[in-house]
């Protein structure tokens, strides 16, 4: 039973370029989760999505983020027109319905750099 | 504003010795879960506490749920190399719809041989 799956493991983006960072959820789990890590900062909520819906984005910047869970497919977190403060471990996490609040499993993360 | 504070931020300790992390909040939490991650990978779930005064233990690792749920506690015996880490304390924020969990900042703990 594989984990939470997430690509790439690193990304390097020139300023100004898309990032796009994938999630694929543990079987069985239809609820996503997405999380970003500044160093000193400790993990901050970005986004909860369901197939098809965006359930809670009150954690995604409001300009050049977006998120979305497709019928098929892994979830795909887009970054648009990088800047370098947008440099973080992306994390990515799943859960059964209703109980993310017994714990989520998380992916290994992405390390995006920004330069 | 739900706020996780956990103390210390960094511990760095002899092998053998025994340490506890704590994590505080002035808000009422339904469960709260603690977290360990290694450099370059993704938080680890280690116990989740739900009832008020719960006490839970994984080996060497005492979790404690505070009687009024706002807040925990995390005890280690006999530190261990291996135990070196950051943990982390988290909880539901806002309603317990949302899915979102709200972190601590983190103890970064580092265990000497």
């Known amino acids: 039973n594989a984990g939470v799956m997430q690509n790439p493991r690193h990304l390097v983006r020139r300023r100004g370029q898309e990032a796009r960072l994938r999630c694929s959820p543990m079987?069985?789990?239809?609820?996503v989760y997405w999380y970003r890590q500044l160093p000193e900062e400790g993990l901050k909520f970005m986004v909860y999505?369901?197939?098809?819906?965006?359930?809670?984005e009150s954690g995604m910047p409001k300009e050049r983020f977006s998120a979305e869970f497709p019928k098929e497919g892994p979830s795909i977190l887009r970054i648009q027109q990088v800047v370098r403060g947008d440099s973080a471990a992306y994390f990515c996490?799943?859960?059964?319905?209703?109980?993310?609040?017994?714990?989520?499993?998380f992916g290994s993360g992405t390390r995006l750099t920004v330069v | 504003t739900q706020l996780l504070e956990q103390s210390p931020q960094f511990l760095s300790i002899q092998e053998g010795e025994n340490l506890t992390v704590y994590c505080n909040s002035s808000?009422?939490?339904?469960?709260l879960q603690w977290y360990r991650q290694e450099p370059g990978e993704g938080p680890v779930l280690l116990v989740t506490?739900?009832?008020?005064?719960e006490v839970k233990k994984l080996k060497r690792l005492t979790f404690q749920f505070g009687d009024a749920r706002k807040d925990s506690s995390l005890h280690i015996t006999a530190a261990q190399p291996g135990d070196t880490g950051l943990y982390l304390c988290?909880?539901?924020?806002?309603?317990?719809?949302?899915?979102?969990?709200?972190f601590g900042q983190g103890t970064t703990l580092q265990v000497k041989p």
């Open positions: 996490a799943s859960s059964p319905p209703r109980e993310f609040i017994y714990g989520y499993t």
């Open positions: 079987k069985g789990h239809s609820h």
């Open positions: 808000s009422v939490f339904s469960s």
């Open positions: 988290a909880g539901p924020g806002g309603s317990s719809n949302t899915g979102k969990l709200i």
């Open positions: 506490v739900v009832t008020g005064g």
């Open positions: 999505l369901q197939k098809e819906n965006i359930i809670d």
